[in-house]
Each structure stands twice: as structure tokens, then as C-alpha cells.
């Protein structure tokens, strides 16, 4: 039992901080907004028979 214990505690923590890295992640870094273009061939748009 006292294993058992012991492997819940460290995928609790390692839980823990996968989590409070994201966190920090998507809280501390804003991505910067910019347009992107993309040209598409007009063939794309064709019907193939």
C-alpha cells in the first residue's frame, strides 16, 4: 500500500506542475495578433472530371 501511496503522490505532482506550466504559459505570454494571406491556385476551385 504505502507504493501504491507513493506513485499517486508523484503523478499527482508531476500533474500539478504540468498543469501550473501551462498555466504560467497561457498567462504570461499573448501572442502578438497578425493577418496571414494564403493564395490559392485557381484550379484548386475547378471541377475535375
Known amino acids: ?5 507513493r506513485f499517486l ?3 499527482g505532482v508531476l500533474g500539478g506542475l504540468t498543469y501550473g506550466a501551462m498555466f ?3 498567462t504570461w ?3 502578438k495578433p ?4 494564403v493564395s ?9 472530371p
Open 34 to 37: 497578425r493577418e496571414i494571406t
Open 9 to 11: 503522490t508523484l503523478i
Open 40 to 48: 490559392i491556385p485557381p484550379d484548386k476551385f475547378a471541377k475535375q
Open 1 to 5: 500500500m504505502p507504493s501504491l501511496l
Open 29 to 31: 505570454f499573448d501572442p
Open 24 to 26: 504560467m504559459l497561457a
